[in-house]
């Protein structure tokens, strides 16, 4: 029978100016091992999954989705950006593609760019509320250096939104 685990909100690790998707201990037994082996810690892919889902979780108290504001919004999109940006290096060293050294640096460029208005807020809150909103984020900086090449963030965030009207 699984166990169920009580979530610590990730509202919480917000307010100290970033949320870190992979700190440790952002729910209830993400440092625990996992797997066959009792000594094996989690992998650090396996450990992003399960935080990435525990941010996407009902809290506790029923407040609803991590992206309830503008300030967790933008600092879970920083963490994806940082994400993504170590992925797109990985896919450099394993193909050998220059395309994703230049997406991983265009990727680091877009973080350092993060701005939302208010107005923009406004459009995107419903369109971000729906737990799928993660997987676009994650589709969106995929396309970064080859189907698409944002001159900036604001250029970023109209591709997520027509990604997020798509969808």
């Known amino acids: 029978m699984a166990q169920k685990r009580e979530l610590i909100p990730l509202a919480n690790y917000a307010s100290r ?11 209830a037994g993400a440092d625990k091992p996992r797997g066959n082996s009792s000594t094996r810690p989690a992998t650090p892919r396996q450990f992003i999954r399960r935080c990435i889902t525990a941010a996407f979780s009902r809290l ?11 300030s967790n ?15 797109r ?10 395309r994703n050294d230049q997406a991983a640096q265009r990727l680091l460029e877009l973080e350092s760019q993060i701005l939302i208005t208010d107005a923009v807020w406004q459009a995107l809150a419903p369109l971000v509320s729906n737990p799928a909103c993660l997987g ?14 944002p001159s900036g963030f604001s250029a970023w965030l109209e591709n997520l939104h027509a990604n997020l009207t798509h969808h």
Request: net charge positive.
């Open 60 to 70: 506790n108290n029923n407040e609803g989705l991590m992206f309830h504001n503008k």
């Open 136 to 149: 676009v984020i994650s589709q969106t900086n995929r396309d970064v250096g080859f189907r698409t090449k």
């Open 89 to 98: 290096k990985g896919q450099a060293k394993r193909f050998k593609d220059s």
């Open 73 to 87: 919004f933008a600092a879970a999109l920083s963490g994806q950006f940082l994400t993504s940006a170590n992925w």
């Open 17 to 27: 100016g970033k949320l870190n998707l992979c700190e440790p201990l952002a729910f």
